[in-house]
């Protein structure tokens, strides 16, 4: 979801998505094997997407600017939060089944 949310430039969506996460990781997502890293990635895109909402905080500030020429919204980077296909595939009447 979060994925979606950045790469269709939601950038409050996912902002609350991801401090929802952050309190996850941060109590219940400690007994996971790899709790320090996910978070520390949740960190980091927190920070950048932090960064995108208030870069432009209204309409009128991004209409304002040059904003095809100062446009780095596609920088964020989000492909570590890409979903993975799952190890154990399934099928169901001969189809697979989606897995995100």
Known sequence: MIYCQIRLHEFEGAFDNLRLLETWLATKGQNTRHAVEDLDKAHELISEVNYQI????????YTGRCAMCTDDRELVDVEDWFPKKPINGSKMSGHRMTYA
């Not at 208030?54 to 500030?61: I, K, M, S, V």
């Open 54 to 61: 208030f870069r432009f905080p209204t309409l009128a500030d």
